[in-house]
């Protein structure tokens, strides 16, 4: 059974940064695409970014291009999103997601497993 656990996050004041950080376990971890997705408050979930098997295929959401960047070590399973410049409008709950069967979709349907998500809080 997958299991995606994220971590890192937290609050924090604009122009700041954090480092999410996202376990994989249950399956080998180099058969997934792994991707980030973000959900504000009653907001609809925004697609972040998305990572290809090996490393390749990165892909990032127009909001978040220049500021973030998504990585991969294969052999700690983990997977790890680097945000800088934050702004208030990226206070969300971020998930980790992970997909056997798609590469660089900007789609939730095209992943299986889902963390519980970790909170970003961006102050003024």
């Known amino acids: 059974q997958v299991m995606l656990t994220e971590s890192g996050g937290g609050l924090v004041q604009a122009g700041d940064s954090l480092r999410l950080s996202c376990e994989f376990s249950?399956?080998?971890?180099?058969?997934?695409?792994m991707a980030w997705f973000r959900q504000g408050l009653g907001k609809e979930r925004e697609f972040v970014s998305t990572i290809g098997r090996s490393g390749g295929h990165i892909v990032y959401g127009d909001s978040v291009k220049g500021r973030f960047t998504i990585s991969r070590d294969n052999w700690k399973n983990t997977v790890y999103l680097q945000m800088n410049s934050l702004q208030p409008e990226d206070t969300a709950v971020y998930y980790c997601a992970a997909g056997a069967y798609y590469s660089a979709s900007d789609k939730p349907r095209h992943y299986e497993y889902w963390g519980q998500g970790t909170q970003v809080t961006v102050s003024p």
């Open positions: 249950g399956r080998p971890f180099s058969n997934y695409a």
